[in-house]
């Protein structure tokens, strides 16, 4: 799989996850998604802070230096306008970022920048669908942000679920690679 088309793909993926932020209907915020004991403005809170951390990372700085400052309600009273604020910053700042080869520490380890916008790419995907799915929002997500998500997850396998970040994998029989993805992040595509 050609890490670069992953970076090249997150100002897509985030414009999809933007689009469907900005749909969500004020009564639909505190709704239940697909993430287990989050709601959609969990979700979205919780993407915002991710996005927070990407210019900090990006730089050079490692968790330690950007300390708990994320923690907590990162949205607000205005869910949208925290999101645009932080996916602006993060995609600024991939879009600086001179090579895919460049160091980013992450919980794990210092990997390169590929490893992680793979990670992020598969973020804006999933939990779109979370999003569109709590708020019930049309569910379709970028085909080609879904293609390299598949190929990025499923060489994992079982160590997805054990990695903690995903619940096990769902069972399908759907040929659809869009259902393959939520299947492999543990969720029921249908």
Same mark, same amino acid.
């Given at each position: ?77 205005? /869910? @949208? ?5 932080? $996916?602006? %910053? *993060? #995609?600024? =700042?991939? +879009?600086? !970022?001179?090579?895919?080869?460049? /160091? @980013? ?5 210092? $990997?390169? %920048? *590929? #490893?992680? =916008?793979? +990670?992020? !790419? ?69």
């Amino acid at each position: 799989m050609d890490m670069v088309s992953n970076r090249s793909l997150l100002p897509v993926a985030a414009a999809r996850f933007t689009a469907a932020v900005r749909a969500v209907p004020p009564d639909r915020w505190n709704d239940p998604t697909p993430c287990s004991e989050w709601s959609v403005r969990d979700v979205v809170n919780h993407m915002t802070g991710e996005h927070l951390w990407v210019p900090h990372l990006l730089a050079g700085q490692t968790l330690e230096d950007v300390g708990d400052r994320y923690d907590g309600d990162n949205v607000g009273t205005d /869910p @949208v306008a925290a999101w645009e604020s932080a $996916v602006t %910053a *993060s #995609l600024a =700042a991939w +879009q600086a !970022l001179p090579s895919d080869e460049e /160091p @980013v520490h992450l919980s794990f380890g210092r $990997v390169p %920048a *590929s #490893l992680y =916008a793979s +990670q992020m !790419l598969v973020d804006l995907t999933v939990h779109c669908w979370d999003v569109a799915r709590g708020a019930g929002l049309d569910e379709t997500l970028v085909p080609e942000a879904v293609s390299a998500v598949l190929a990025f997850l499923e060489p994992q396998g079982a160590a997805l679920a054990e990695s903690g970040y995903f619940a096990a994998a769902v069972d399908t029989t759907s040929a659809d690679a869009q259902d393959r993805v939520l299947a492999l992040s543990g969720r029921d595509p249908s």
